[in-house]
């Protein structure tokens, strides 16, 4: 399974993007899929969690902005991002997780921009 994300831009302080990750085959295969960020200088942060009993999860400096949703239909995660700060600014990857034979196997993204500035 191969994830493209797309959606990222630049955006001015208080807007909004809508990033997506398309599966090329079935997202219901994975037990987990997480959006990721990574700003320049800066290690790789998780930023939310959609697991597959449909709860949800985020870091604490988007919890209230961002949301993360799926759409089994589409084999898409989204990723709603709204009030964007300065340091949203990052490059977003989503990742898939999926469990076999008691491992744990991780599918990426190839990550898309995402700048906020004035």
């Known amino acids: 399974v191969q994830l493209q994300a797309s959606g990222g831009g630049l955006v001015r302080p208080g807007g909004s993007l809508r990033l997506s990750c398309a599966a090329s085959?079935?997202?219901?295969?994975?037990?987990?899929m997480d959006w990721y960020r990574q700003a320049p200088g800066n290690q790789r942060e998780w930023v939310a969690r959609f697991d597959n009993d449909g709860s949800t999860d985020y870091t604490d400096s988007v919890k209230g902005r961002f949301t993360i949703s799926r759409d089994n239909a589409k084999n898409t995660v989204y990723l709603q991002m709204r009030s964007l700060k300065l340091e949203d600014t990052a490059v977003y990857y989503c990742?898939?997780?999926?469990?076999?034979?008691?491992?744990?196997?991780?599918?990426w993204g190839q990550g898309t921009q995402v700048t906020v500035s004035s």
């Open positions: 085959g079935s997202i219901s295969s994975f037990s987990e």
């Open positions: 990742r898939g997780q999926s469990l076999r034979s008691g491992r744990a196997y991780d599918y």
